[in-house]
């Protein structure tokens, strides 16, 4: 079953088979295309912050100090499809 | 099964099968027990039925399925029978959803439903249907979570019959 590979590629520190989950994941089985997911929402945030724009900081550092990890990776997810989305190229067959 | 060409050439992502284990190590799994179809103890026309489907279909008030979430999320949602699709959303990232949004009953027949319980072809439908989204990568916590609470509330609803439905 996935989530035991999962399992055991964490126990045994095996960043390959992880990352190339991440990757499948956020490229619908596709492992080439997910690499170029993960691109497409870092040049997206990227982008935002090129003019420097005014962001709410105190929220940032409140919600990284206050939530616990396993909301924050979670948001770190949520964060991905938000910027791909935000990017407006959306490869998913389906909707979020 | 026929000629594996002959199958590829009607599918819309040809070899998806073959190539799943590839593509996600470790989901293909075997089951060995056999659970038999029980027997349905009346005419389908006096039978009341319910509706399963992974199709991630839920009522536009409800908490969005977590599509994002890398392991999936084991919850599911009643959806009303009587919902008409404009009731409806779909929240699924992995089946292509362009024509069940033209017309829901593709992947989630609920008009149809509607129209055989009207025409007493099936004796009627239970108040609630029952969806969840089929992308789960903990075996275990589907059959042993999500299957055991659906399963519970499904037989609240007292069905004679159920249909599932994989989308």
């Given amino acids: 079953m996935l989530l035991n590979y999962l399992n055991e590629a964490a126990a045994s520190g095996d960043a390959k088979k992880l990352i190339r989950y991440v990757r499948l994941h956020f490229g619908d089985g596709n492992e080439e295309n997910g690499r170029k997911e993960i691109d497409k929402a870092w040049i997206e945030a990227l982008k935002i912050m090129l003019d420097v724009p005014e962001t709410k900081r105190e929220f940032i550092l409140e919600t990284l100090a206050e939530k616990d990890a396993a909301t924050l990776a979670h948001l770190f997810f949520h964060l991905h499809f938000y910027f791909v989305r935000r990017s407006g190229e959306w490869i998913h067959d389906g909707e979020l | ?167």
């Fill in chain 2, 1 to 167: 099964m026929a000629n594996s060409k002959e199958n590829d050439s009607r599918q819309l992502r040809p070899g998806l099968w073959t190539t799943v284990n590839e593509r996600y190590p470790g989901a293909m799994i075997t089951k060995t027990d056999f659970v038999p179809l029980a027997e349905l103890k009346k005419p389908l026309s006096e039978s009341r039925l319910t509706f399963v489907s992974t199709a991630g279909v839920q009522s536009k008030n409800s908490v969005p399925f977590d599509t994002v979430h890398p392991i999936s999320d084991y919850t599911f949602r009643p959806v009303p029978s009587d919902s008409k699709p404009l009731d409806l959303e779909i929240h699924q990232l992995k089946y292509p959803t362009v024509g069940a949004k033209r017309d829901l009953n593709v992947i989630f027949p609920i008009e149809r439903l509607q129209e055989l319980a009207k025409e007493k072809i099936i004796g009627g439908l239970t108040k609630n249907f029952f969806s969840f989204i089929g992308y789960n990568m903990d075996v275990e916590r589907l059959e042993q979570t999500l299957a055991e609470d659906i399963a519970d509330a499904v037989e609240v609803e007292m069905p004679d019959a159920a249909l599932l439905a994989p989308a």
